[in-house]
């Protein structure tokens, strides 16, 4: 089973630099390599010139520095976040204070399911529990930019407010931005395969 889908190890990216990983698609890597984040947390920009952030980071100055340099002279509208690991949302106020955008997300931080007496959650302090966002999504809504329109898909199971983000009108079906190291990958909903 494990030989159906190769890991793809290559991600040739330097923390805190931009890439551009399709036509209207960046991003930038935070200096967080572990065994959660593989080589780094990764930020994702869609758009030009009117833009949306995706997954602003952990609270760390460098990181928002790059990101806020990213998108030097060009307006945030928006800031996607797909889940509250402080790998991922951590860095939202900051953002938020220097551009102004909304926040779209699935919720607030909350268990996958009630814990069993006597049972913890080891992975609890990974969580971002101080995270707020101005507009609760569901499975199915749609936002949209300036020349970029992106679509919010329930994708609970890395925590229980994990979402992920289609991006419409690009040559593929659709292209999903999500949290997993690696380019953003053609996907369609079940009813359109």
Known sequence: MADDIPFN?????????????????RRVMADN???FTFKG????????GSVAIVDP?????????????AVRNETVTAIFVTHTHRDHSPAVPA?????????????????AR?????????LDASADRGFRPDVVLKDGEVVAGDRWTIEAVTTPGHTANH?????????????VITLWAGRPRS????TER
């Open 9 to 25: 190890k290559q991600l040739d990216l330097k923390p805190d630099t931009v890439d551009e990983v399709m036509p209207g698609v």
């Open 33 to 35: 390599p572990g065994p």
């Open 41 to 48: 947390t990764l930020s994702y920009i869609v758009g030009r």
């Open 57 to 69: 980071g952990p609270d760390d100055a460098r990181h928002i520095g790059a990101l806020l340099d």
């Open 95 to 111: 953002i938020r204070a220097a551009t102004g955008a909304t926040v779209y997300a699935e919720g607030l931080h909350r268990a």
């Open 114 to 122: 009630p814990l069993h007496i006597g049972e913890h959650n080891p």
């Open 163 to 175: 979402m992920a983000y289609a991006l419409r009108g690009t040559t593929h079906c659709s292209q």
């Open 187 to 190: 996907w369609r909903r079940p």
